[in-house]
């Protein structure tokens, strides 16, 4: 079992002095220049998409909670860059990253954010709740940790199909205090599920840091020990670390059907969610810090910079191409219909939707 | 005909649906190797083994959580609750997550899920084991409620609720385990939404829930034999969806309504009941409608007030002869 060093917050603010260890990582020497390209083209949409939806939310067009991503795109894009055909995801309400890398379509996701019936759930999930089963992406969930015991039930239909393959459930590092969680901790354990727990630690439950809400909170990855897990913490600020890190966890998963509690180190930019004014909780040299020395996709740049696999050319075409993207979808955002009042009572219940003569409903289901 | 109890009919319908659908497992707490703490999943696990019939720990958000995951998946589970009572500790998985998955993925994802286990009180054992938790989670579109009374309903609807492709929550009744009555060998089920005039009358209306429909019998006897009053008794059969045509037909037809169920008053099921009956049928009331519910106060322990809590017979006999007064 794995017992790294632990990485606190403010140790890890160092810039890298050279290339990622983990750049021969064999899982990172097998990418070819054109792999890791789509890898840094991934991360770039990720912050060019969220950069984008600031404005859409300050222009007023998104309503309710918006929980960014930037800072944090190399654990998205680390974890999911392995994933197979029978491997699915499932998260919390910081979502859209997840939903990029599946290959979501920005339009779909901007006006989903817009509340439109474009929207990957037609404008009735919102920034919390985007889903594409298609994509073996369940979600998208906005209640804290209450993921992690579907997630587990993912891994366990897929061992029950005796398919090669496992579920990673994303969570923050506030989740993990809730009883959820636990449970599903035990569950995966207990029954030797492929399940990978994947916390996203970025340092703050919304507004309360992780020594003022954690017990031992050195940490977190360790509570696996008291469930016999396997556990990794790593610093995800090196796309290259998560994947060779994640790598071994899903190889537990296919190989040994073998539940895994990762931890991997983040940093979000912005407040907890656009609600947040961010003023009262930490210091704004902290945020500084974390963008000039450990940005996560200017990292990655540096290194296919300095490997010859991006020139400064590619890189800004790259760039250029998803921000125009983003444009594109706030246009088709703005442009799309709202769902109708119709609308509302449709997609509540299978049987419903899909009434025929073998239906096993009658009777009134929605009322008035 | 064959005639079995309503536990023997539940167990029937979850053996013929394992033989079905090799993707329906059954699974809860002491549902294997301890046969069913209410022996309803008694031989299962000999009949199908461990990987259809499981033993969960005792963490109902947890494997509750995990059934509704698999679900989304094309698993078919049929998670027991020991009691309904302990759906309160995985409520955010039963309500936020089954509930609104389908809604909030605008159709992407269906939960074939069914929740089961007994809901009842009358059994001495205090509030935190006693609640009646349909009207609270009939509340919630994206749910789907059924209480059977009867072994012959047990059996079809819990045949329904297995191949229906949402959220079904059955709620059973302890107290009517052992009740008998006649249950077809052959394939058949009781659709979701189909309520059943178990007797038919002309003088009052009584509709019923769960073991309310057989305390709601007995007094319908009480009131011909002492009284000379025609009784017929809907039992609903399913929560939500609801019939409320054949509420509304039976209304039309004796002109007064009696509603009698075992959960508390406030914002029971009886309460969105009369609201369709003065809704849809005001004109045809001769009578302001009557309800008898629980005694509103935490379930007693003590036996005997238990019984005067819960709806019996005498107390639905006195309320009948006030709407028909």
Redesign the interface.
């Known amino acids: 079992m794995a017992k790294p060093a632990v990485l606190t917050h403010p140790e890890s603010l160092k810039k890298p002095a050279g290339p990622s260890e983990f750049a021969k990582h064999p899982v990172n020497a097998a990418l070819s220049k054109a792999e890791k390209v789509a890898l840094y083209t991934k991360m770039a949409r990720i912050r060019h998409f969220e950069q984008r939806c600031i404005r859409t939310y300050q222009q007023g067009k998104i309503g309710g909670f918006l929980h960014l991503y930037v800072g944090q795109e190399a654990v998205a894009a680390g974890t999911i860059s392995l994933l197979g055909k029978h491997d699915h995801i499932i998260t919390g309400y910081r979502d859209h990253g997840h939903g990029l890398m599946v290959g979501m379509s920005m339009n779909e996701c901007m006006a989903e954010l817009t509340g439109k019936v474009t929207g990957c759930s037609q404008g009735k999930g919102g920034s919390m709740h985007y889903f594409a089963p298609d994509k073996n992406y369940w979600g998208g969930h906005g209640i804290v940790g209450g993921q992690a015991p579907l997630g587990t039930g993912l891994a366990y239909a897929v061992k029950y199909k005796g398919l090669k393959g496992c579920c990673l459930a994303y969570m923050g590092d506030g989740a993990v205090n809730q009883g959820a969680v636990h449970e599903a901790y035990n569950l995966a354990a207990l029954w030797d599920l492929p399940m990978i727990f994947v916390i996203e630690n970025n340092g703050y439950s919304m507004g309360t840091s992780q020594e003022r809400s954690t017990a031992h909170p050195g940490c977190l990855a360790k509570r696996a020990e008291g469930y016999g897990m396997a556990w990794d913490v790593i610093n995800g600020h090196d796309v290259y670390e998560v994947r060779a890190k994640t790598d071994a966890a899903v190889k537990r998963a296919h190989e040994e059907s073998k539940p895994t509690v990762l931890e991997i180190f983040t940093y979000r930019y912005f407040g907890h969610s656009m609600a947040d004014p961010d003023k009262t909780y930490r210091d704004k040299e902290e945020i500084k810090g974390y963008r000039e020395n450990k940005d996560p996709v200017l990292l990655f740049e540096n290194e296919l910079l300095d490997e010859g696999v991006l020139t400064p050319a590619t890189r800004d075409a790259i760039n250029e191409a998803a921000m125009a993207e983003a444009d594109v979808a706030a246009v088709f955002a703005e442009e799309s219909p709202d769902p109708t009042v119709a609308d509302i009572t449709k997609h509540i219940y299978w049987e419903e939707d899909n009434r025929g003569p073998n239906s096993t409903s009658r009777g009134t289901i929605i009322f008035e | 005909m064959a005639v079995i109890t309503y536990r023997e009919a539940l167990r029937a319908a979850m053996r013929e649906e394992l033989q079905r659908d090799e993707n329906v ?1 059954v699974m809860g707490e002491e549902v294997a190797q301890f046969n069913g703490a209410y022996k309803v999943t008694e031989g299962l696990l000999k009949e199908f083994g461990p ?1 259809r019939v499981v033993d ?2 005792i ?1 109902e ?15 078919r589970p049929v998670m027991e609750l020991m009691f309904w009572s302990f759906s309160y500790v995985a409520f ?2 039963i309500v ?2 089954a509930g609104n ?10 939960c ?1 899920i069914v929740i089961r286990g007994p809901g009842n009180g009358g059994t001495n054992v205090g509030a935190t084991h006693s609640h009646t938790p349909e009207a609270i989670l009939a509340s919630h ?2 749910i ?1 409620v059924v209480c059977p009374a009867t072994p012959y309903d047990a059996k079809g609807l819990m045949k ?2 297995i ?4 959220p079904v929550y059955v709620m059973e009744n302890t107290i009517l385990y052992n009740d008998k009555g006649e249950v077809p060998e052959e394939d058949y ?1 009781v ?5 059943d005039v178990k007797r038919v009358g002309t003088d009052l209306t009584i509709v019923a829930h769960g073991r309310a429909v057989i305390t709601s019998l007995k007094a319908a006897e009480i009131l011909e034999k002492e009284h000379g009053v025609s009784v017929e008794v809907v039992d609903l059969r ?1 929560i ?6 054949t509420i509304l037909a039976s209304v039309r037809k004796t002109h007064r309504a009696l509603l009698v169920e075992e959960n508390k008053p406030f914002c029971g099921v009886d309460a ?1 009941v009369a609201y369709i009956i003065q ?1 849809k049928a005001f004109d045809d009331l001769d009578a302001p409608i009557g309800r008898v519910s629980s005694i509103d106060a935490p379930q007693i322990y003590c036996k005997r007030m238990e019984d005067e809590q819960l709806p019996h017979a005498a107390r639905v006999v006195a309320a009948a002869l006030k709407v028909l007064a």
């Open positions: 497992v990987k969960t720990p963490s958000a947890g494997f509750i959580g995990l059934g509704i995951g698999a679900s989304m998946l094309g698993i955010d998985q936020n997550n998955i389908r809604y909030m993925s605008g159709g992407l994802i269906n074939p579109p994206g789907k329904a609720a191949r229906d492709n949402d089920i659709p979701l939404g189909v309520a399913s939500r969806p609801l019939d409320e045509e969105q809704a």
